[in-house]
């Protein structure tokens, strides 16, 4: 069965510093891809980066990118140059299956706050 | 378009009461989602449902009912509400198809107190 792990439940960092949040997967299934998202205190879900298990290179989006090393099941999403905008829950989240056809499953994030 | 719509905004219910939670969009995606959220914690999934007429249980199924007659609509029905289940509750859509890398679309969010 398909499970994520985040094992930081809260993390403090410098503004203008660089941050790493963990997310550790299991699957059995070769094909699958992994999201994170972003929960400001509003509550809202906001998607940031996607990569899939047969992407040959990590995904980047703007100020992330995804640490993606597939023998240890990680995909660790790096925000370079933290904000004070950054502060927010973090949430990896993992679909099995070729298609989009399948669920998408959640971790139990990480709570980012930024210091000024 | 509007996305993913989701109401009422906030509940209270007392204990054994039974409610339907509303989730509509106009994205046309055949794909739809119910979460939810307990404090601090993540999402976690209760029912999908890849098109009008085909439902599946998620990972904390029980105590919930879904249906999904139209592709616009994917409405979660408590039948007998608990404490238990005060917690906030998100709708989510994506299109059904051949890419893995499509993300859902998120409602605000429903928050259901239970007493």
């Known amino acids: 069965a398909q499970k994520i792990t985040q094992t930081q439940p809260g993390m403090f960092v410098q503004e203008k510093e660089a941050v790493t949040l963990d997310c550790t997967y299991d699957?059995?299934?070769?094909?699958?891809?992994l999201f994170w998202y972003k929960q400001p205190s509003s509550g809202e879900m906001i998607f940031l980066i996607y990569?899939?298990?047969?992407?040959?290179q990590n995904a980047t989006e703007g100020r992330y990118s995804l640490n993606f090393q597939k023998a240890r099941k990680s995909a660790n999403l790096v925000i370079s140059a933290s904000q004070l905008g950054d502060s927010a829950m973090y949430f990896c989240?993992?679909?099995?299956?070729?298609?989009?056809?399948?669920?998408?499953?959640f971790g139990s994030g990480t709570r980012l706050s930024i210091r000024p | 378009n509007a996305g993913v719509t989701q109401t009422p905004k906030f509940q209270v219910l007392k204990t054994g009461q039974s409610m339907t939670l509303q989730c509509a969009q106009d994205?046309?995606?055949?794909?739809m989602s119910w979460y939810r959220q307990d404090p601090g914690m993540g999402l976690r999934l209760i029912h999908y449902s890849v098109g009008a007429g085909i439902t599946d249980q998620g990972e904390v199924p029980n105590g919930y009912n879904v249906s999904r007659s139209t592709t616009e609509d994917f409405p979660l029905r408590l039948l007998s509400a608990a404490p238990s289940q005060t917690s906030v509750y998100f709708c989510a859509s994506s299109p059904l198809l051949l890419r893995m890398q499509e993300t859902q679309y998120f409602g605000p969010g429903t928050r259901l107190l239970v007493l």
């Open positions: 699957t059995s299934d070769p094909s699958y891809g």
């Open positions: 989240a993992m679909r099995e299956g070729p298609s989009s056809a399948s669920k998408i499953i």
């Open positions: 994205m046309n995606h055949e794909y």
């Open positions: 990569q899939g298990s047969y992407d040959q």
